[in-house]
């Protein structure tokens, strides 16, 4: 028998509880041995949940039992989950995560620890909820150089885009719906203001490239400055607004990240996701584009991605999963991108440039400062990178 134990009872928590409740005979048959919840770890008082019977308060107690093999960390934010993390990898057992603050921000020193320790850390979760994309980067696509990951990477700032343009919802409004489906964090404003999906874009590209980028290093911008009437505008002229992260590779070997809301042709895949679902495209020079699609926040698809790892890290008790970054990534600005522009404003429609009825223009390719300056000469009152 397997045992293992599971801290924070919140959204991700539970539903891991729930998908071992669902799922326990056939995952009992996957792994070959019966998966035992030994432990939940949480502040809050259980004694009136099914749980009462293995509700803890006191860490030490995971810590110092020999016979629990993984603990899945589902805290959330980089203050005691950081600490009890590294205590967990210190006493040998195994650690999952859906935590992207955490992986993205000392994802590198708990990396070298699990190493240390022969142990798996894994965070399949921490991007796309349910989404398997991590495993699929580091392990099925290893024989690529890999060019570029972009895609939607929040499911709640998703969500508030379809419910605002497809049925009217007012943004508030919105993100209530999003905060009572659980998908939203504790503090939104990490969804709104771009920073959540700014932690997953860190975590791709340091899996891509093997090199740690770390958010504080990023331009992160988010949907509350979006206006709607560039929505209309750019639906109108065959464009959706999507809130991206992007990390490419650059020629001379330095890479480039950054979140922000980008105009992507109807016709890219990416366009057509909706709700809550997370989209993410890697392209490999081997490969081309591949596509990952599904729910990327709510407590049963991010729990499945969690009990896939638990089950993995349990597959490899001998030989653990090598996977990490080691040094700091040579960044470039996001700058010395190329790529086309979205302005919106009352001028004269430069030369070259697609013109959008209701006063939107989408120029040729250009680095983003000279799509500044020509923004300033114009007076734009809107800029937006286009995908593609
Ligand atoms: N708040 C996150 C989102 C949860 O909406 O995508 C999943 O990471």
């Not at 993390?85 to 859906?98: C, D, I």
């Not at 620890?113 to 989404?131: C, D, P």
């Not at 390719?365 to 009152?381: D, Q």
């Amino acid at each position: 028998m397997a045992n293992f134990a599971v801290m924070g009872f919140g959204t991700v928590g539970s539903g891991v509880a729930e998908v071992l409740r669902m799922n326990g005979a056939s995952i009992a048959e996957k792994l070959g041995e019966p998966l035992h919840l030994k432990y939940i770890l949480d502040v809050r008082d259980l004694s009136a949940t099914p749980y009462a019977d293995i509700a803890v308060k006191d860490f030490s107690v995971l810590e110092n039992d020999a016979e629990l093999d993984v603990v899945v960390e589902s805290i959330g934010g980089a203050k005691v989950a950081l600490d009890f993390t590294r205590r967990a990898l210190m006493a040998g057992k195994h650690v999952v995560t859906s935590n992207k603050e955490l992986v993205a921000s000392h994802g590198r020193e708990l990396l070298a620890i699990a190493r240390e320790k022969n142990v798996n850390y894994l965070f399949e979760a921490s991007v796309g909820g349910g989404i398997p994309v991590l495993r699929p980067l580091f392990q099925c696509l290893a024989g690529n150089r890999i060019e570029e990951v972009v895609g939607i990477l929040n499911g709640t700032t998703n969500y508030i885009l379809t419910r605002m343009v497809k049925s009217g919802v007012p943004f508030a409004e919105a993100l209530k719906e999003a905060q009572s489906k659980g998908y939203a964090e504790q503090n939104p404003a990490a969804d709104v203001e771009g920073l959540d999906a700014g932690r997953k874009i860190c975590i791709l590209s340091n899996l891509a490239w093997g090199k740690e980028v770390l958010p504080e290093n990023i331009s992160v911008q988010g949907i509350s400055g979006l206006d709607l009437k560039d929505v209309a505008i750019a639906s109108a002229g065959g464009y959706r607004v999507k809130l991206l992260g992007r990390a490419v590779k650059l020629d001379g070997g330095k890479q480039a990240a950054y979140v922000a809301p980008h105009l992507v042709p109807e016709d890219c895949p990416i366009a057509a996701v909706d709700d809550v679902f997370n989209a993410i495209m890697i392209r490999g020079n081997a490969v081309g584009e591949v596509m990952f699609y599904g729910r990327g926040a709510g407590d049963l698809p991010t729990a499945s991605a969690v009990m896939g790892d638990v089950i993995d890290a349990l597959q490899h008790r001998v030989r653990r999963r090598n996977l990490g970054w080691s040094e700091s990534a040579e960044l470039a600005g996001p700058d010395q991108l190329s790529m086309r522009w979205y302005l919106r404003g009352d001028f004269p429609v430069p030369a070259g440039c697609e013109t959008l009825s209701g006063g939107g223009i989408i120029t040729g390719v250009l680095h983003a400062g000279e799509a500044r300056t020509l923004a300033e000469k114009l007076g734009a009152a809107a800029l937006l990178p286009v995908l593609g």
